[in-house]
């Protein structure tokens, strides 16, 4: 394929923007009661469409980043539970379609600018991960997986090194050792660049963004930017210290949304507005170093009426903020209650630009456009959404039914993995259509439903996908199936 605008002319360009541990009641035009004005990204939902019921792949950030770049539940991969850390080797499989090398292969040019924490190969110096020679190439990052631009940090902003890797290299090599334990505004300690300031990270980054979009507005574009914010550490610059009128999270979150106005208005700046796709959500849902408990003095939940946070598999684990605008074709001040899931994204860009997957990509992606562009059908998009939690807990979701397989959160909050009451039945099923707060277990009233939804996930596990195709594999093999109990 051609990698000529005229060829290309009438393709959208795509901007990706994910947050990092921002909660769906962080946003105001999804939360009636939320004491932060994003003032922008409310302006997105005004300009486009804002989704109520979209959910990230798994409750922590490494496993949904997996499935937003290659359209699979991230299960599938090696990591069947946790996260990775910035000395972590590479998850996406050798070989991956991913929606980069996808929009790449059709004429797009594509960029990573972000937080990766999908791993990646150091030159080793020693016989720890840590070891790093930081003067030899970084090997197998974003530009092996379809980005021909990459400017970054190789995890979260708490996690060592805290280097910039622009391409393959390291634009500074460590010169000293730097930890915070602030209780908000902490990180790790380790080794860190010449030209790193934790604080300067999340400017830095975006002034990237808008310098590529103007590097590249003569041509279809992709833009990936993982934001290291709102997630740890918390530090918002100056200009917003205080400016939510709420905890030093709040003004964090509110520095997001200026971001996401910087880019807006350097599109509209360059012409590129109409069509340009513009989607905003977030990896999970809000971390508890968010201290839910000072905000909700001031009135404020960023998880809003959905029980649990990041981590968790209930809905406050999971459901995130979904906006997506297209003046050129979503219609302004859209509202879907359509199930989606993030890895979507893969199918939804392939219906945009013609391409059919292969039957080895995007096992667990829907397109979405049907929905974006108004045309929904008589049924739902999705047969039903899988969710994770951050111990390796299933749950599925079908209708308005939720199976959790686990006897409590499977993650952060009460009740925790082992900490669950004596006697707690081992899955949960919850109407959500008359309890959104997933308070009332119906496990025993519902046996068939238990069953039916059992089986279905059990099939996705065992057919490698779960969307029409030829079976597919899982990594892990039979050493993972044994350790889910209910297969």
């Known amino acids: 394929m051609t990698n000529s605008r ?3 002319k009438d393709k959208p360009n795509i ?5 990092d541990d921002m909660g769906y009641g962080d946003v105001s035009c999804l939360n009636e009661h939320s004491k932060l004005h994003t003032a922008h990204l409310d302006g997105m939902a005004a300009a486009g469409m804002r989704f109520t019921d979209g959910h990230s792949s798994s409750a ?3 496993p949904s980043r997996y499935s937003i770049l290659t359209g699979r539940y991230n299960w599938r991969s090696s990591l069947k539970q946790g996260v990775m850390n910035g ?8 070989g991956r379609m991913t929606v980069a090398s996808l929009l790449k292969e059709a004429g797009y040019r594509t960029a990573c600018i972000g937080k990766w924490h999908l791993g990646l190969d150091w030159a080793p110096s020693g016989g720890q991960p840590s070891d790093v020679d930081y003067e030899q190439p970084v090997r197998n990052g974003p530009n092996a997986y379809g980005f021909d631009y990459y400017y970054g940090i190789s995890a979260s902003l708490d996690m060592p090194p805290y280097v910039y890797i622009e391409n393959d290299r390291v634009t500074a090599a460590p010169d000293r050792i730097t930890r915070a334990v602030d209780d908000t505004a902490w990180w790790r300690e380790g080794p860190t660049g010449a030209d790193f300031c934790h604080e300067e990270v999340l400017p830095r980054c975006t002034e990237k963004v808008l310098e590529t979009i103007d590097r590249l507005r003569d041509e279809p574009f992709f833009i990936y930017y993982p934001l290291p914010a709102p997630h740890t550490p918390i530090m918002p610059t100056k200009e917003f210290l205080g400016k939510s009128g709420t905890n030093r999270y709040g003004d964090f979150v509110l520095m997001c949304d200026d971001v996401v106005g910087q880019i807006l208005q350097k599109l509209e700046a360059c012409g590129l507005t109409r069509n340009t796709i513009v989607l905003f959500t977030s990896d999970n849902g809000c971390s508890p170093k968010a201290d839910y408990g000072a905000l909700a003095e001031f009135g404020h939940n960023p998880s809003y009426i959905f029980r649990g946070q990041k981590a968790d598999i209930y809905e406050g684990g999971h459901r995130v903020p979904l906006l997506v605008q297209w003046p050129e074709r979503i219609a302004a001040g859209s509202v879907s209650q359509e199930p989606v899931c993030l890895t979507d994204l893969m199918a939804t860009v392939a219906e945009i630009v013609g391409v059919r997957l292969p039957e080895d990509a995007a096992e667990d992606s829907v397109s979405n456009l049907p929905v974006w562009l108004g045309r929904e059908g008589d049924g739902p ?5 899988v969710h994770h939690s951050i111990n390796g807990s299933f749950s599925i979701r079908k209708g308005d039914w939720k199976l959790e397989l686990c006897p409590g959160s499977g993650g952060w909050s009460d009740p925790r993995p082992g900490q669950e009451p004596e006697g707690s039945p081992a899955v949960q099923l919850y109407d959500l259509s008359r309890d959104i ?3 009332v277990n119906v496990q025993h009233e519902y046996p068939e439903i238990v069953e039916e939804l059992t089986s279905l996930l059990r099939a996705y596990v065992q057919q490698g996908r779960s969307t029409p195709g030829p079976v597919q594999g899982n990594a892990g093999g039979a050493q993972w199936e044994r350790t889910l109990e209910w297969m």
Do not use: F
């Open 6 to 8: 005229a060829a290309g």
């Open 15 to 19: 901007v990706y923007i994910l947050a």
């Open 60 to 62: 922590v950030c490494t």
């Open 87 to 94: 000395y972590s080797k590479p998850l996406i499989e050798e």
């Open 381 to 385: 998009l999705r047969e039903a959404i």
């Open 437 to 439: 707060g997933e308070r």
